[in-house]
């Protein structure tokens, strides 16, 4: 996997727990852990597993297990282990999905899910495997925008931005270019101050991305 965009993607995700935003109590460590920070990593998954055990059907910390358990099986997978990959990389698909079921309409879990698999997929040469993971990531940002539609320009022009980017890729890559010119022409529209002026631009000129895009998923302010 390409940790550097499942930072990115995840970065600003808001979930709520009691007084305090769960995010805020695992994300730092989730993401110093994506980075290559061991420790972090594991004491991140220490803080899910310990809401877990507490309610086994918490949404937001299945949905941030599942990805850590994730993001393990690409290193494994890196490693030719695939023994040991393949049983991380199905457990951590089944958290999210679940995470999902529990809470369909759950910004700070879809997202999260929409980001690690979109970044999964990436890395996954074989369509017939990688296509799932595009077609689920699709639906989560999708469910994303559609959810904060009535307020999205209350959102800020970077959060925007992120949200109709992942929806451009994602679509674009599942090779919808109906809907992939859809948010790529509502990019366009923002200007440069969306972060993705460039890439919406050789898009709706050529069809295609040259680069690989550096910020995938979106924000969200409440």
């Known amino acids: 996997m390409k940790t550097q965009l499942i930072i990115a993607a995840a970065a600003t995700v808001v979930i709520a727990l009691g007084a305090d935003r769960f995010d805020h109590v695992v994300r730092t460590n989730f993401f110093l852990g994506f980075a290559g920070n061991e420790k972090a990593l594991d004491d991140a998954m220490k803080s899910t597993e310990e809401a877990l055990a507490e309610n086994p059907k918490h949404p937001e910390a299945l949905v941030w297990h599942g990805a850590g358990l994730f993001f393990r099986s690409g290193k494994l997978f890196q490693k030719q282990d695939f023994q040991n990959a393949v049983p991380l990389y199905e457990r951590g698909l089944a958290e999210m999905d679940q995470a999902v079921a529990l809470s369909p309409d759950g910004i700070g879990v879809r997202i999260p899910r929409g980001a690690a698999l979109m970044t999964a997929a990436r890395s996954i040469p074989d369509p017939s ?91 969200i302010s409440k």
């Not at 469910?143 to 679509?171: F, V, W």
């Not at 890559?173 to 200007?191: C, P, Q, S, W």
């Not at 993705?196 to 050529?206: N, V």
């Open 129 to 219: 495997r990688s296509r799932p993971l595009f077609e689920r990531a699709a639906s989560d940002f999708q469910r994303a925008y559609d959810i904060q539609q009535p307020y999205l320009d209350k959102l800020g022009d970077h959060p925007r931005g992120e949200l109709l980017m992942g929806l451009a890729d994602t679509y674009y890559r599942l090779g919808d270019e109906t809907k992939a010119a859809t948010y790529f022409e509502k990019l366009l529209a923002m200007g440069n101050v969306s972060g993705h002026e460039e890439e919406a631009k050789e898009w709706l000129a050529t069809r295609k991305l040259s680069k690989r895009v550096t910020c995938v998923g979106c924000h």
